[in-house]
T-cell receptor, first 115, second 114 residues
Framework: DVKVTQSSRYLVKRTGEKVFLECVQDMDHENMFWYRQDPGLGLRLIYFSYDVKMKEKGDIPEGYSVSREKKERFSLILESASTNQTSMYLC??????????????FGPGTRLLVL | AQTVTQSQPEMSVQEAETVTLSCTYDTSESNYYLFWYKQPPSRQMILVIRQEAYKQQNATENRFSVNFQKAAKSFSLKISDSQLGDTAMYFCAFTETSGSRLTFGEGTQLTVNP
C-alpha cells in the first residue's frame, strides 16, 4: 500500500512564527504536491515538485516556500505565519510515468490554526 | 487556464438509492484526464474513478460510474446502491496529458442517510 504521511494532524501557531509542515512518501514517487483545502474553494495547489531539488509554483504560492532535499520528503514552509493561512494542508504524491493519468495519493492532512 | 466547477455544495440520498454528482470543466485541450476523488470524514482522500478524454466509453468501477459528455464538458458521477460508507466530500479534478498537476472543483458533500 502506498503511504503518504504528514508530520502533524493538528498544529496551533502564533502570527509571525515560522512553520514547517513535512510530508513523506514511501512509493519512490517522482511528483509531490502541497495543497490547501478551504470550504467552498476545494483544493488549491501551493507548490509541487517533480524531482529532488526541483519545485514549481502552483496557483497560490504567496507566503509559502518548499524544500525537497530527498526524493521521499517534501516540506512546506510558512516563513511568517498569518491568520489567513489557517487552513487544512494536504500533501500528495504520484508517479510521473503515466503521462497525466496517474493517481495522486494523499496524506491525512494537517489542520493548521494561526492565532 | 483550466477550471472545474461543482455546482452542488451538498447532497443527500437514502441508503440503497442512486445519486448523481455534477461536474463541469473548461479547457482548450483535446486530450486530458478527469477524476473523481473521495474524502471520507477524517480520512485520507482516495481516487474513485478516472476517465480518459479520448475514450468514448464511460468509466465504471463497481457501483460508481461516470457520464462523460465531452462536447458539453460535463463529467458527472453516479453512485448506485448508495451505502453509509459513501458519505464523504467528493471532488472532481482535471489534468492535461502533458502534466501531472490536478485542478480541483469546489467539492460536493454527500450524506447517505439510513
Amino acid at each position: 500500500d502506498v503511504k503518504v504521511t504528514q508530520s502533524s494532524r493538528y498544529l496551533v501557531k502564533r502570527t509571525g512564527e515560522k512553520v514547517f509542515l513535512e510530508c513523506v512518501q514511501d512509493m519512490d514517487h517522482e511528483n509531490m504536491f502541497w495543497y490547501r483545502q478551504d470550504p467552498g474553494l476545494g483544493l488549491r495547489l501551493i507548490y509541487f515538485s517533480y524531482d529532488v531539488k526541483m519545485k514549481e509554483k502552483g496557483d497560490i504560492p504567496e507566503g509559502y516556500s518548499v524544500s525537497r532535499e530527498k526524493k521521499e520528503r517534501f516540506s512546506l514552509i510558512l516563513e511568517s505565519a498569518s491568520t489567513n493561512q489557517t487552513s487544512m494542508y494536504l500533501c500528495a504524491s504520484s508517479s510521473s510515468q503515466q503521462g497525466g493519468r496517474e493517481t495522486q495519493y494523499f496524506g491525512p492532512g494537517t489542520r493548521l490554526l494561526v492565532l | 487556464a483550466q477550471t472545474v466547477t461543482q455546482s452542488q455544495p451538498e447532497m443527500s440520498v437514502q441508503e440503497a438509492e442512486t445519486v448523481t454528482l455534477s461536474c463541469t470543466y473548461d479547457t482548450s485541450e483535446s486530450n486530458y484526464y478527469l477524476f473523481w476523488y473521495k474524502q471520507p470524514p477524517s480520512r485520507q482522500m482516495i481516487l474513485v474513478i478516472r476517465q480518459e478524454a479520448y475514450k468514448q466509453q464511460n468509466a465504471t468501477e463497481n457501483r460508481f460510474s461516470v457520464n462523460f459528455q465531452k462536447a458539453a464538458k460535463s463529467f458527472s458521477l453516479k453512485i448506485s446502491d448508495s451505502q453509509l460508507g459513501d458519505t464523504a466530500m467528493y471532488f472532481c479534478a482535471f489534468t492535461e496529458t502533458s502534466g501531472s498537476r490536478l485542478t480541483f472543483g469546489e467539492g460536493t458533500q454527500l450524506t447517505v442517510n439510513p
